[in-house]
């Protein structure tokens, strides 16, 4: 017995023991990984759409064999990429951040040509957010020099100026 208490082997094992409890005390459940199994769940809403996927790309619908194998490779493809994102295998990736940018602005154009309103449903949207379309008045002005000499010929092209401008014509003088 004395011979076995003075083995160095079983002083490792008493220490790593000791550790190993006191981190485990201190860490609490934190220390100890998560080994929570989640599901994947396949609806009969995935099934359909596999089964849908297949007919457009073969022009026929899935034997039974065929369809059991898309739902395992389904299951397969969100098991690996499930672990890839734990692994973090998507942080700084370009192929994969393009790849999302692309997937994103395919969505955008989708929604963006379902979702066109009708003149109508403007016209309701301007009347409920009049406000926000109101600008504020603007004021303009146009400076038109004259010489100081006063004659009638001059008085004469300034009305005339002055006229125009507000009628719209003065733009064919270059004003």
């Not at 490792?12 to 769940?41: N, T």
């Not at 955008?108 to 949207?125: G, N, V, W, Y």
């Not at 004259?146 to 092209?157: L, N, Q, R, W, Y």
Request: aromatic content about 10%.
């Amino acid at each position: 017995m004395i011979r076995l208490l003075r083995e160095p082997l079983l002083h490792f094992a008493v220490a790593g023991g000791v550790l190993f409890g006191g981190y485990s005390i201190l860490k609490g459940k934190d220390a100890a990984p998560e080994a929570v199994a989640q599901r994947i769940h396949v609806t009969s809403g995935d099934v359909t759409w596999l089964a849908e996927n297949w007919t457009r790309q073969w022009r026929r619908p899935p034997t039974q064999d065929e369809l059991r194998g898309l739902v395992t490779d389904y299951v397969n493809e969100q098991l690996l990429a499930r672990e890839a994102r734990a692994l973090g295998l998507e942080d700084n990736d370009l192929v994969i951040r393009r790849r999302l940018a692309q997937k994103l602005s395919f969505i955008i154009e989708d929604t963006s040509r379902r979702a066109e309103p009708t003149d109508d449903e403007l016209q309701k949207f301007y009347q409920a957010h009049r406000e926000r379309f109101r600008t504020e008045a603007r004021i303009s002005f146009r400076h038109v020099y004259s010489s100081t000499f006063c004659s009638a010929s001059i008085i004469f092209f300034s009305c005339w100026v002055l006229c125009c401008s507000h009628a719209g014509c003065g733009r064919s003088l270059g004003l």
